[in-house]
């Protein structure tokens, strides 16, 4: 059965002080990791799909790596509007299930 | 461009009485559909799926039920709810051959 551990649970940065999330998955043929942002009260919404190790998307202050065992989320010089929670999920196999982790809540203080 | 709904936004309903959400998709065809659950601390949990009209597939045995009657309407329904119903129900969807899903805004249901 698929796993995704996300941590830390959360965090709380100042505005401009980067810092990184992890994603650690175990799945048993990996085809696609997923980030998501969600704020509070609704849906999660789509950033980033990787699909192996070594790839890289941006996205404005976000950047997501991934490796054979984990992903990360680099956020640089973050800013108070990228407060929310982060999810990452993974799919595998040739079904169309994608687990998700519990994610972490990143505060952004100005 | 694809635009996901889903009604009511919030719903607050007694135990034992029905239910029924409802999520449309705009934008596009033969989408797969899925209806999660969030709770507080907790991940996403798939509860169904669909990959087309009449389609339904259940991840976790419960009281709850799905329906797709047209190619873009997704229903969750109830015909008694209990009290560990309620929670944040999302919809959402993809293109079929791709893995990337589009969440619509939710529904928070609180069953009292």
């Known amino acids: 059965e698929d796993q995704v551990t996300q941590s830390p649970e959360a965090l709380r940065l100042q505005e401009g002080e980067s810092s990184s999330l992890n994603c650690s998955y175990t799945?048993?043929?990996?085809?696609?990791l997923f980030w998501y942002r969600q704020d509070p009260g609704k849906g999660p919404e789509f950033l980033f799909t990787?699909?192996?190790a070594g790839e890289e998307k941006e996205k404005e202050r976000l950047k997501a790596t991934l490796t054979k065992k984990e992903s990360f989320l680099h956020i640089t010089a973050p800013k108070p509007e990228d407060s929310a929670t982060y999810l990452c999920?993974?799919?595998?196999?040739?079904?169309?299930?994608?687990?998700f982790g519990i994610g972490t809540k990143l505060q952004v203080i100005p | 461009s694809q635009t996901i709904h889903q009604w009511p936004a919030t719903l607050v309903q007694p135990v034992g009485s029905p239910l029924s959400l409802e999520c449309t998709v705009e934008?596009?065809?033969?989408?797969?559909l899925y209806w999660y659950r969030q709770a507080a601390g907790r991940g996403l949990q798939l509860l169904f799926y669909s990959v087309g009209i009449g389609q339904i597939s259940s991840e976790v045995p419960q009281n709850l039920s799905a329906s797709r009657p047209q190619d873009r309407q997704f229903i969750l329904s109830s015909k008694k709810l209990l009290l560990s119903d309620s929670g944040f129900y999302l919809c959402?969807?993809?293109?079929?051959?791709?893995?990337?899903?589009?969440f619509g805004p939710g529904t928070r249901l609180t069953v009292l």
């Open positions: 959402a969807w993809d293109r079929g051959g791709t893995d990337t899903q589009y």
């Open positions: 934008g596009t065809s033969n989408p797969n």
């Open positions: 999920a993974v799919t595998s196999g040739g079904y169309q299930k994608v687990t």
């Open positions: 990787l699909y192996s």
């Open positions: 799945v048993s043929g990996l085809r696609g």
